[in-house]
Nanobody, 113 residues
Framework: VQLVESGGGLVQPGESLRLSCAAS????????MTWYRQAPGKERELVAY????????NYADSVKGRFTISRDNVKNTVYLQMNSLRPEDTAVYLC???????WGQGTQVTVSS
């Protein structure tokens, strides 16, 4: 099982980023996927969840209306579209498959003026 995140970077408040998590080594389309984030000195926080077929999603209250999780089961990739970014969104973002308890290495998102 391998999960590889990409798409992070340094942006100004109000800007957008789209994160990707490319999955391999397992039947991606069969399993739900989750994005988490971890800021320095803080606990890891669940950001967004998507069911295996993409029909069900859930979000942390702090990102509702700004972030959108989606997936492409042909490309074996899960995405996190992040709009209206705020400084408090600064963190390492990681994707996770609970079925296999597998984490990616993370991608850094920094929101700063």
């Amino acid at each position: 099982v391998q999960l590889v995140e990409s798409g992070g970077g340094l942006v100004q408040p109000g800007e957008s980023l789209r994160l990707s998590c490319a999955a391999s080594g397992f039947g991606f389309s069969r399993y739900a996927m989750t994005w988490y984030r971890q800021a320095p000195g803080k606990e890891r926080e669940l950001v967004a969840y998507i069911s295996s077929a993409g029909g069900s999603t859930n979000y942390a209250d702090s990102v509702k209306g700004r972030f959108t999780i989606s997936r492409d089961n042909v490309k074996n990739t899960v995405y996190l579209q992040m709009n209206s970014l705020r400084p408090e969104d600064t963190a390492v973002y990681l994707c996770y498959c609970s079925q296999f308890r597998s984490w990616g290495q993370g991608t850094q998102v920094t929101v700063s003026s």
